[in-house]
Every structure is written in structure tokens, then in C-alpha cells.
């Protein structure tokens, strides 16, 4: 089970509509290829990540918040726009340049379970190669989170913005790995409801989790 979505996408989520205090996220399925395909580097992955406030950007915002080249985010966000994550919401001119504003296709996202055809194959392939790409957004977000809190305590100043991190090894049953999948499902579906992207306050700071099970395999 994984789930970035400070972030955007959780591939098995669970969407739950019952009445709430606050109005759960909507949810995009992505179940084509092509879609996969423009989720599967870590870049784009990055970017979806950036609109966690559900807020429009341009090319140039995006850009200077990751911190690399804007043609090299232009060419990401186009094909995340040709496979229609990124939609195209507002066009304003600026000093004779036509600013173009973006914004995902919905609120949260999340990767439909592949079968057993060879398209379903094809699928399931592409869901592992964005799940390495969440990863490893994921895992540099982490230490540059590691790395900043080190420059503040470096200046002598104090920050309860540092990575919690937890690890574990639990012995389940395939009955109580399900049961831990679907209470961990639950407890995010809570949370979001209540601080999720719709309904965050401006003194309210953008924190990126992600939660993963893994088999552990013996070795010799």
C-alpha cells in the first residue's frame, strides 16, 4: 500500500462518500497506459505533488519550487497534460507572454488494480515502475527535509519541522495483513477528511507521508 499525497497518489485507495464533518476528496482512477506511462518518473511525480493545495501553477512556478530548469519541467508537465493529469485551467498575459496555469484533473488520484490479461500485465508492470518513481520522490524529499533541519540546528536554532520515521517487522496472516491495509486506509481517509488539501488553513504546514508494506524475504 502506498500513498504520497501531501501529495497526490494512493494506488489502492479506498474513497470513502458516508457524511462527514468535512466533505471527503474526490478520486481519479487512472487505469490506461499512456497514464501510467506519465506517472512513472519521478519528476512528474513531483510535480503532481506540488499542487497538494489543489492551487493552479504555471510552468515557471512549478520550476522554480523543484528547483531545476523550466524547459525541463515544461517537457514533464506537457506530457503529463497530453495524458490528461494536468489540465489546462486559465491563460493570462503578462508584458506580452501568455502565462498558462495548471491544475490536476481531480483532487486525488489513484491507480486502478491491475487482472491477469497481457494488457492487465502490461498494467501491472507500469504500476511498479510509478511506484518506484513515488519512492524515490518520497526518499528525496526525506533528506532534504534531514538536510534542512540539519542547516537550522547548525545556526543554532530550534525546528519541530524534522521526518518521523518508524519501522517495523510484524508476523501476519494474509487475513491480518488485509485488516492492517484497511485500518491504515481508514485512519488516512480521517485524516484527510479533516486536513487534507480542500480543507487546509493558511498556518497549517504541508507535511508528505508515505506508508508501504513490504514481504520480507529470508536470506541466506
Do not use: C
Amino acid at each position: 500500500m502506498m500513498d504520497t499525497r501531501s501529495n497526490f497518489l494512493d494506488p489502492f485507495k479506498k474513497i470513502d462518500r458516508s457524511a462527514n464533518r468535512r466533505e471527503s476528496p474526490l478520486s481519479y482512477e487512472i487505469n490506461s497506459i499512456d497514464q501510467m506511462k506519465a506517472l512513472s518518473h519521478k519528476v512528474r511525480v513531483q510535480v503532481m505533488s506540488l499542487f497538494s493545495d489543489f492551487q493552479p501553477r504555471t510552468v515557471t512556478q512549478l520550476a522554480e519550487r523543484l528547483g531545476i530548469p523550466k524547459s525541463k519541467v515544461h517537457y514533464h508537465v506537457r506530457e503529463l497534460h497530453r495524458a490528461g493529469l494536468l489540465q489546462l485551467v486559465e491563460t493570462r498575459e503578462r508584458g506580452g507572454v501568455i502565462e498558462k496555469f495548471y491544475l490536476p484533473v481531480d483532487k486525488s488520484l489513484r491507480i486502478q488494480k491491475s487482472g491477469q490479461g497481457s494488457a492487465d500485465l502490461a498494467l501491472s508492470i507500469l504500476q511498479k515502475q510509478v511506484g518506484r518513481a513515488m519512492v524515490d520522490e518520497y526518499l528525496e524529499a526525506y533528506q532534504n527535509a534531514v538536510e534542512h533541519a540539519q542547516e537550522q540546528e547548525a545556526g543554532g536554532e530550534q525546528t519541530e519541522r524534522v521526518p518521523s520515521t518508524n519501522l517495523g517487522v510484524l508476523y501476519l496472516t494474509p487475513q491480518g495483513r488485509q485488516k492492517m491495509q484497511e485500518e491504515l486506509r481508514d485512519l488516512i481517509n480521517r485524516w484527510e477528511q479533516e486536513y487534507g488539501a480542500a480543507t487546509h488553513a493558511p498556518d497549517e504546514d504541508i507535511w508528505q507521508f508515505f506508508i508501504s508494506m513490504v514481504p520480507k524475504f529470508k536470506t541466506e
